[in-house]
Structures are given as C-alpha cells and as structure tokens.
C-alpha cells in the first residue's frame, strides 16, 4: 500500500478519536464543547463519505466528484466556528469583526460556488485565513486574562491551537491544490493528511479537558 493511500486511511479513522473523546467527557463538556463535538461528528460523517466514493468507484473506474460536497463543507466550517468565536470573544467590537469576516468569506465562497464541481482552492484559502486571524484574535484574549488560568489545562486553548494548527499549515496547499498536476496530487496530499491527524489528535485533548476554576 501506498504511504498517501495509508496515510489518507488513517486521517479518515483518526475523525474518530475526537468523537469518542467528546463521548468519554461528554458530561463535563460546555455548550461550546459539545458545540464542537457536533461539528466534528458532521466533519467526520463528510471526511468518510468522500472516502467511500474513492473505495467503491462506479462502472466507470473514476471516483465521484466530491467538490460540491466540499463547496458545502466549508460554508458549514465558516460557520460553526464563526458561531463559536463570536461566542468566546468576549469584546462587543471583536464579536463584529467576526461577524464581518465571516460574512465577507461566506461571500467569497458562495461567488466561488458557481463552478461548483471544480476543487473549492478560493473559498478553502479564505476560510483558512478567516480561522487564522479569529484563533490569533482568542490567543490574544487568552493571553490576557482578567484573572489567572492555566491556559494548558483549558479545553478551549486546545480547540484553538487545532484550529491554528490545520489553517496555517493547509492554507498553502489549499492556495495551490488545484494547480498541482493530477499525477502528483497523492504525494502533496500526505501534508493535509497528518495535519488532519494531528489535529484530530489536538481536538481529542480539548475534548477530554475538564473545567477548570478560575485562581
């Protein structure tokens, strides 16, 4: 088996790892936690139906295009974690920054989705740079708490170091992904395949944190 063919087997089944974890804690999990447990079950269910249609191809022997389904998965992502940070900031005027760029990368991937059955290179970059700036924007509310914390022990830094993580190590790719010659597609695609795992990994840890009080 291919390292990219193993590699893409393993991200899909790593979709599990947060699902469980969020079942394992699923008491000691906030609103916004089981929040994110509900987005990353609907990730998951994504991440494996396009896998399947790569595994049973129909008679023709090509895999089905999947690019609406993603074109759809990225409004679903602007989204949840749009709704989660307007949540966690806790600025009124930073709660309409992140109405603002999300409506402003919404518009960009709806404009994009008129060549709906392309690869969604546009609209993945912009809603890769929109999670960028929101999880530097609560890196920097956490950083400056009011009272102390140990951010470490804190659900919600990990959720965001995920976030931090996947967009600023994918957006390149994403960016180019759809120049990449076919031939050459699986090798580049190992990056966002242990990127998803280790987020996944990232996600499980927030997941499984429980609440800590506030010194």
């Given at each position: 088996m291919l390292v990219s063919v193993l590699l893409m087997n393993i991200s899909v089944m790593s979709g599990l790892f947060p699902l469980l974890a969020a079942a394992h804690n699923y008491k000691h999990l906030d609103s916004l936690m089981k929040l994110l447990a509900l987005f990353l079950l609907i990730s998951a269910l994504f991440d494996w139906s396009m896998w399947l249609s790569y595994q049973f191809k129909p008679h023709?022997?090509?895999?089905?295009n999947t690019n609406p389904l993603l074109h759809v998965y990225v409004i679903l992502t602007?989204?949840?974690?749009?709704?989660?940070y307007y949540k966690l900031l806790s600025k009124s005027f930073?709660?309409?920054?992140v109405v603002l760029l999300a409506?402003?990368?919404v518009a960009v991937v709806l404009y994009n989705a008129k060549n709906l059955f392309d690869y969604p290179s546009v609209s993945n970059t912009a809603s890769s740079l929109l999670l960028i700036v929101l999880s530097l924007i609560y890196f920097y509310q956490l950083l400056n708490p009011q009272t102390f914390i140990h951010i470490e022990k804190q659900g919600l830094f990990w959720f965001n170091s995920g976030v931090l993580f996947?967009?600023?190590v994918n957006i390149f790719l994403f960016m180019l992904f759809s120049k990449i010659p076919d031939k050459d597609k699986a090798d580049y695609y190992v990056i966002f395949s242990i990127t998803n795992i280790i987020t996944n990994l990232i996600y499980s840890v927030a997941l499984l944190c429980k609440p800590q009080k506030k010194a």
């Amino acid at each position: 088996m291919l390292v990219s063919v193993l590699l893409m087997n393993i991200s899909v089944m790593s979709g599990l790892f947060p699902l469980l974890a969020a079942a394992h804690n699923y008491k000691h999990l906030d609103s916004l936690m089981k929040l994110l447990a509900l987005f990353l079950l609907i990730s998951a269910l994504f991440d494996w139906s396009m896998w399947l249609s790569y595994q049973f191809k129909p008679h023709t022997g090509h895999p089905l295009n999947t690019n609406p389904l993603l074109h759809v998965y990225v409004i679903l992502t602007i989204g949840f974690f749009g709704l989660m940070y307007y949540k966690l900031l806790s600025k009124s005027f930073l709660k309409k920054i992140v109405v603002l760029l999300a409506a402003i990368t919404v518009a960009v991937v709806l404009y994009n989705a008129k060549n709906l059955f392309d690869y969604p290179s546009v609209s993945n970059t912009a809603s890769s740079l929109l999670l960028i700036v929101l999880s530097l924007i609560y890196f920097y509310q956490l950083l400056n708490p009011q009272t102390f914390i140990h951010i470490e022990k804190q659900g919600l830094f990990w959720f965001n170091s995920g976030v931090l993580f996947y967009s600023a190590v994918n957006i390149f790719l994403f960016m180019l992904f759809s120049k990449i010659p076919d031939k050459d597609k699986a090798d580049y695609y190992v990056i966002f395949s242990i990127t998803n795992i280790i987020t996944n990994l990232i996600y499980s840890v927030a997941l499984l944190c429980k609440p800590q009080k506030k010194a």
